[in-house]
């Protein structure tokens, strides 16, 4: 019998009651002091699809991720925490039979009900085709961000952004994405048009364009890779290279970060950079203050494992 999406999706957001995060994240929170505003960044990637836990079976992963966690978690942390950015960087299709039923529609549908701010695309974004992309993003209450593909004369034309501006408290928060090179990844049927272009110089000027205009903090969702051992564009290579980014937040790679990587820019600062495995095994988070001056402070950083609730 075919799987009804919307009774899934209400289905499986409603069991959020009987998962948890582990550890117990309600010891975590920095609290704002006067005059101080504390944004909260909460990030995922390379979720491909997978919306239910992995199945208890002994596995190595068994009884972890899953969207219900994962919601029940978001949900408790906007409740303590006063201002949240939500952000994916991309593979968000591709992995489970979900996708190759429903061609991304419940996965869109599910980061909407969690209130997702943005996402970034990646290589497998691509595998049901631009046109299926432009359908499933219908479902979308967040946009897409990437700066470094040109979608002139291709379905995708007009339907991403390169950049979001979000004001929280008093902090104003610049988002881009950039995605990496698609020839030898994604068959050339299914990406077409689409015109690559070098990253580090399209993340620089988007950043560059950012703090121009008033941006306190600026977050690169980047599905570039963490690091190669050539020289392929790489999360590293970005930082590195790059004047006035803050953070990156990356994927493709699947690496589980215990903690955020620090890197010195070419600006003289630091510009770190986190990364959280893959299919939703576990949910980032990094906590940054701004003062009265908006001088930024990194605070803390988490990263949150989502497994099933342990039953006596």
Known sequence: MPINRRAFLTQTLKMGGAFVAAPFYKTMYPKATKGETVLTILHTNDVHSRLEPFPMDGSKYAGLGGVAARATLIESIRKEADHVLLLDSGDIFQGT????????????????????DACT?????????????????????????????????????NKTAPFKIFKKGEATIGVFGVGIELKGLVPETLYGNTVYRDPVECANTTASFLKRHGCDFIICLSHLGDKYEDNKVSDEVLAKETYFIDLILGGHTHKFFTEPIK????????????????????????DFSFGVSNKKNFLKAHTMLIRKKNRD
């Open 97 to 116: 039979p979900y996708f190759n039923i429903y061609k991304g529609e419940p996965e869109i549908k599910a980061m909407s009900m969690m209130g997702y």
């Open 121 to 157: 695309m990646g290589n497998h974004d691509f595998d049901g085709g631009m046109e299926n992309y432009v359908t499933q993003m219908k479902h979308a209450t967040f946009p897409t961000l990437i700066c470094n593909y040109d979608f002139k004369n291709t379905p995708l034309d």
């Open 263 to 286: 890197y010195k820019n070419k600006g003289g600062g630091d510009t770190l950079v986190n990364q959280v495995g893959w299919a939703g095994i576990q949910l980032g988070r990094l």
